[in-house]
């Protein structure tokens, strides 16, 4: 089996092994289930006042939680793709049918005699088939392999399950009402006849084969161990319902009832709670994926030298802002960032405070732009962006302008600046005002984006330009990008003449 089918078994009952506080817990019903029923025992025989409405309401909850029980299995035998669990829902099913079959023929409940041509042997017959039938498919479960088994040719082990469990019903039905004939007597009005004990021994004791064989299937999974209860209770039930007891209504007739009722429940109740389980771990999966795919969008856009927006957070956030600046016609800025004469300050003080110089830096430009939509980037090197949505040139240079007083006033010695004793910057800005009526004019449909001539790259080229002439001007200085300076790009510094300047 492979690694993938090992983890969908462990998903569902029949594959998820028991532990040791569910086995003490089993352990400890069927010990209480044991000492009621020792206490019970002496006085099943004891007669009790009759309550005809006691057999449907008891008869409706079996088929409620009967019906319930197999839609669980049937769900969780999809999820796995085994037919062992189809066993079992053949079982459920066929004591659903036979509950009903069973209240439709009680006497005096829904006629004098009882529906379905039912006769005064039929409902007791029909209960010795009803908890006969079940352990059948008890056993058959319990046959199978411990370890799950592929599913036998799509859904032809479903079919089967319910066809045994429809095709048993209806012979069992036939046979207590038609053929009620040729059955022995076990009733004698509402009391039983000598050859119910033998009857009904010879069903307890299929019941205890059918706790023996599950008892033997090792190591248990939890439905094994709840089953195992299961089936201790349905002991308790016939013993005191069609054994201990003289006949109908009596303290046995009622007990054994309600031990019945019990046993269509523990399934039931373990799958609601895993059902319940399984759905917190579901709400607790989907919140730890929402926190690392947060993270995960957190390491893909922030650069791990500065802790701020890296390139790649940039460029998204630009294409963005420029889309929305052609649909809403708004103002859109660009500061382009340069710590001056940084490769000096490398060579003087080496790359571990180069590296805390920059962290530096980026935050304190962090700090001024923090404004809706605003951004500050680690561009590359030491090449810093800030992206202004809704901000006209003159107030991105007042900014800029107040973001070189930052930097200057957080002293960071240079010894290797030209321009001063400490750390400084040199700041470009350009805005979509300043571009030339060729960009401006981009149609709000364009699919220009960040990387392309006619989109935000323009915004990039303008700003970069301007950064170029605050540096070719001493340094340490705003300049903004002009009509007349970003008329085209084509008359932008060459490569060598970037390289001198810096």
């Known amino acids: 089996m492979t690694d993938a089918s090992t983890a969908e078994c462990m998903a569902v009952l029949s594959g998820l092994p028991a532990r040791?506080?569910?086995?003490?817990?089993?352990?400890?019903i069927i010990v209480a289930s044991t000492v009621i029923f020792l206490a019970l025992a002496p006085f099943a025989k004891t007669q009790l006042s009759a309550v005809p409405a006691f057999i449907p309401i008891y008869q409706s909850a079996l088929v409620l939680n009967d019906v319930i029980t197999v839609v669980f299995l049937l769900g969780q035998r999809q999820f796995s793709r085994t037919d062992t669990l189809s066993l079992l829902a053949g079982g459920y099913l066929f004591t659903a049918l036979m509950s009903v079959v069973h209240a439709l023929t009680f006497p005096g409940l829904f006629a004098p005699t009882g529906l379905l041509y039912a006769g005064p042997q039929t409902t007791a017959w029909l209960y010795l088939f009803w908890h006969s039938g079940f352990p059948l498919f008890v056993i058959a479960y319990a046959s199978c392999n411990a370890v799950a088994r592929p599913s036998w040719g799509g859904g032809s082990g479903l079919v089967l399950s319910i066809g045994s469990a429809l095709a048993l019903v209806c012979a069992f039905a036939l046979t207590a009402t038609l053929g009620q004939r040729f059955l022995p007597a076990v009733m004698r009005g509402n009391h039983y006849a000598p050859a119910m004990m033998i009857v009904v021994s010879s069903v307890w004791l299929l019941n205890l084969t059918a706790l023996l064989v599950l008892w033997r299937r090792k190591p248990y999974s939890?439905?094994?161990?709840?089953?195992i209860v299961t089936m201790c209770a349905w002991l308790f039930d016939i013993a005191l319902s069609?054994?201990?007891?003289?006949?109908?209504?009596?303290l046995g007739f009622y007990a054994g009832r309600i031990y019945g009722l019990l046993a269509a429940s523990f399934v039931l109740i373990v799958l609601l709670t895993q059902t319940s389980?399984?759905?917190?771990?579901?709400?607790?999966?989907r919140a730890s994926d929402r926190e690392k795919a947060d993270e995960l969008r957190r390491l893909t856009t922030i650069d791990p030298l500065t802790g701020i927006a890296n390139r790649r957070a940039f460029e998204e956030a630009l294409d963005q802002e420029w889309r929305r600046m052609m649909r809403h016609h708004t103002a859109l800025s660009l500061l382009m960032i340069?710590?001056?004469y940084f490769k000096r300050f490398n060579d003087s003080y080496g790359h571990v405070a180069g590296d805390q110089c920059l962290r530096v830096v980026a935050q304190t430009l962090a700090l001024r732009a923090r404004r809706a939509g605003e951004i500050a980037a680690r561009y590359g090197g030491e090449e810093f962006a800030v992206l202004l949505p809704h901000i006209d040139i003159a107030a991105a240079r007042q900014l800029?302008?107040?973001?070189?007083?930052?930097?200057?006033e957080r002293q960071i010695p240079h010894q290797g600046s030209a321009v001063a004793p400490v750390v400084t910057i040199s700041v470009g800005v350009a805005s979509i005002s300043a571009l030339p009526e060729s960009a401006g004019s981009l149609s709000r449909d364009s699919a220009a984006d960040a990387a392309s001539p006619g989109g935000g790259a323009v915004l990039i080229e303008a700003a970069d330009h301007a950064l170029y002439d605050a540096k070719l001007a001493g340094r340490d200085r705003v300049i903004a990008a002009g009509k007349d300076d970003t008329a085209a790009t084509s008359a932008l510094p060459t490569t060598d003449a970037r390289l001198s300047a810096a």
Do not use: P
């Not at 800029?400 to 200057?408: P, Y």
């Open 20 to 28: 040791r506080g569910e086995r003490l817990l089993a352990f400890s």
């Open 222 to 227: 939890v439905l094994d161990l709840w089953l």
């Open 242 to 250: 069609a054994g201990l007891n003289a006949g109908r209504y009596d």
């Open 277 to 285: 389980s399984l759905h917190v771990q579901l709400i607790k999966l």
């Open 338 to 340: 340069d710590v001056d």
């Open 400 to 408: 800029g302008e107040r973001m070189c007083d930052a930097v200057r």
